[in-house]
């Protein structure tokens, strides 16, 4: 319930999740539960909370992701059945996009990729941030919430999977091992794609340099009292 009430997009997560502990966990009674809550909660928001609050345009971030969106979440859905190709450029367009996935994956070493299954997790915030044309498909900001949290997650679960196919070979008995492979994959993503001075294709220097009008907010919030508060969308 706490899930459900921090973001929108919240519904879809859980679905997914609930299908992952169905299917791949063999938590079909916890599974089906948060799967009928979370189906619930998503058919009211995008039928009754999300028009309610937008003169009945349904909601309004859809329009982020072009034609693929212009018929709300289900003609998104028809989108991705029937128009595959579509799909799949949307997905890598423009080409930084790649480089987006690579980051965000590389900051928790790839984690879920040995473990295919968890990837389920991580379906409905990939094609959120991925799919979308704008801001929300770009690296930073909080469009990159969701995403980090599904990857976290599955992380944790494909540890926890590894451990009960291989107890031989359970990090618990290898903390070092594990540690090291760790420290290696997130170095290498660093080295590859980062922020960090050993990165070999960096940000733009230019994102660190502070514009006008960064210098002009400054100095306006340098202005107001100590003792006022200040707010800001």
């Known amino acids: 319930f706490l899930t459900l009430m921090v973001k929108e997009e919240a519904s879809m997560i859980l ?30 928001c995008s039928a009754v909370i999300f028009p309610a609050f937008s003169a009945g345009a349904g ?7 072009g034609e693929l969106g212009k018929n709300g979440f289900f003609g998104l859905t028809g989108q991705i059945l029937f128009h595959p190709l579509n799909f799949f450029q949307a997905l890598i367009t ?36 991925f799919l979308s044309a704008g801001i929300a498909g770009q690296n930073g900001f909080h469009y990159s919430a969701a995403i980090t949290a599904s ?6 679960e494909t540890l926890s999977s590894l451990v009960k196919k291989f107890p031989k070979y359970s990090p618990l008995k290898h903390p070092r091992g594990l540690a090291l492979i760790i420290a290696f994959l997130a170095l290498v993503q660093t080295v590859v794609y980062g922020y960090a001075p050993l990165s070999l294709f960096i940000f733009d220097p230019k994102i660190f340099v502070k514009t006008p009008h960064e210098k002009l907010l400054n100095e306006v919030v340098a202005s107001i009292r100590a003792e006022a508060s200040v707010s800001a969308q």
């Not at 502990?21 to 009211?44: A, H, Y």
């Not at 980051?103 to 915030?125: D, K, M, N, R, W």
């Open 59 to 65: 909601f309004r971030h859809m329009s982020q992701y």
């Open 94 to 129: 423009p080409i930084s996009k790649l480089g987006t996935m690579v980051h965000t994956f590389g900051a928790f070493s790839y984690l879920p990729v040995f473990y295919p299954p968890t990837l389920i997790i991580i379906i409905p915030s990939f094609l959120e941030k």
């Open 151 to 156: 990857i976290l997650v599955a992380g944790i």
């Open 15 to 44: 679905i997914f999740y609930s299908i992952y502990f169905i299917f791949f966990r063999q938590l079909r009674k916890t599974g089906l539960i948060m799967l009928g809550i979370s189906t619930v909660w998503f058919l009211t």
